[in-house]
């Protein structure tokens, strides 16, 4: 299964930005979409923004407009730019692929009044 490792997590004022990275294998980033997801205290784990291997981007409703997901394909890293940040992104964030893979550890995104 593959596995990928999400950075860049932190603690922000509300209406700041933080870009997370999530670095694939080569084999992992050209065959699968990607896609990040969050989990918030006492919440169920939602999906945020997805990458599709084909360029396609989904998101969802409470981050249209604020979030962009992008690929980088020299670096095999799918990337999520939060901008205009809200208490109620306080989350863990991890991507995970479109397809046969596991959890990894995530990272923190805190954001403060």
């Known amino acids: 299964q593959a596995q990928l490792v999400e950075s860049g997590g932190g603690l922000v004022q509300a209406g700041g930005s933080l870009r997370l990275s999530c670095v694939a294998s080569a084999s992992t980033f050209s065959t699968y979409g990607i896609g990040w997801y969050r989990q918030a205290p006492g919440k169920q784990r939602e999906w945020v923004a997805l990458?599709?291997?084909?360029?396609?981007?989904n998101y969802a409703d409470s981050v249209k407009g604020r979030f962009t997901i992008s690929r980088d394909s020299a670096k095999n890293t799918v990337s999520l730019q939060m901008n205009n940040l809200q208490i109620e992104d306080t989350a863990v964030y991890y991507c995970?692929?479109?397809?046969?893979?596991?959890w990894g550890q995530g990272t923190q995104v805190t954001v403060s009044s």
């Open positions: 995970r692929v479109l397809g046969p893979g596991s």
């Open positions: 990458s599709h291997t084909d360029g396609r981007t």
